[in-house]
């Protein structure tokens, strides 16, 4: 089930001792994990740049859909803009689920998908009741040609204080940040008018507040209180953090891996 909705991958329940997984890190790998799985080596159809591995890790070929771990081997799992991609989203979540006790799962929001799409994403994902309802993508009436991601994944979030605390005080306008503990409720392609409308009709007010609810003037202005404290706590570790990621070829000559 859903226990709450995280500022980013930086605002994760993990406990020092936890054994953690990121499956699909691609070119923006997490720190944390302590080994992670990618089913793309050389090929970057799915991401925005080659593979990167940090040295401490632990570098596993392998599908999402097929892990090969044991039953909870894992204490935590993190699936960062990998779910929108993958062909068969319940084998994708049940294995995450089969190998780990909890775990994290970001994915563009609706809103985002139309903001900068991607060719390789094959469904469009809200939170709706705390269920990640996976609408798949060619079903959707939309336009996906114009692609603004330079300006609102590239520049704004780097540049504009105000857009990145835009981002923390609703944390889903963009993405969906999803923390889960033992099992992630979810739905495919959901036929009943309830959950297909928000894919497939014009929003109301009750449908937009279902998605962002509202809040008293006391609620926003500590939940704006609060981003800003984040946001200050996160720019400070990343300056200081020395430690960058290494491309797969140097991991994999570091590591004597051979393809």
């Not at 009709?201 to 984040?230: C, D, G, H």
Request: one cysteine or more; proline letters at 5%; charged letters at 30%.
């Amino acid at each position: 089930m859903k226990i709450r909705t995280p500022y980013n991958r930086d605002d994760l329940r993990i406990k020092d001792k936890d054994y953690v997984l990121e499956i699909g890190p691609g070119n923006n790998p997490s720190f944390r994990p302590d080994v992670v799985v990618d089913k793309f080596i050389d090929n970057n159809y799915h991401r925005y740049g080659d593979l990167k591995i940090y040295k401490h890790q632990k570098f596993i070929h392998a599908d999402g859909i097929n892990l090969p771990f044991k039953d909870k081997e894992f204490d935590y799992v993190i699936c960062n803009q990998v779910l929108e991609h993958v062909d068969d989203p319940v084998k994708f979540i049940e294995e995450q689920c089969r190998v780990a006790k909890r775990g994290y799962i970001e994915t563009p929001s609706i809103i985002g998908e139309f903001l900068f799409p991607k060719e390789s994403h094959k469904w469009v994902i809200l939170d709706i009741d705390n269920k990640l309802v996976i609408y798949e993508k060619s079903k959707i009436m939309g336009d996906y040609r114009n692609n603004y991601g330079e300006l609102f994944l590239n520049y704004l979030p780097y540049q504009s204080l105000i857009y990145k605390l835009l981002w923390f005080t609703e944390g889903n306008l963009m993405m969906n940040r999803y923390e889960w503990a033992d099992q992630i409720d979810y739905i495919i392609n959901p036929q009943d008018d309830y959950y297909s409308s928000f894919f497939n009709k014009k929003w109301n007010k009750q449908m937009a507040e279902k998605i962002f609810p509202r809040r008293t003037l006391a609620k926003e202005l500590l939940k704006i209180f609060n981003s800003s404290v984040y946001l200050i706590k996160t720019k400070l570790k990343w300056k200081f953090m020395r430690e960058k990621p290494i491309s797969w070829k140097e991991y994999f000559k570091l590591n004597n891996i051979k393809v």
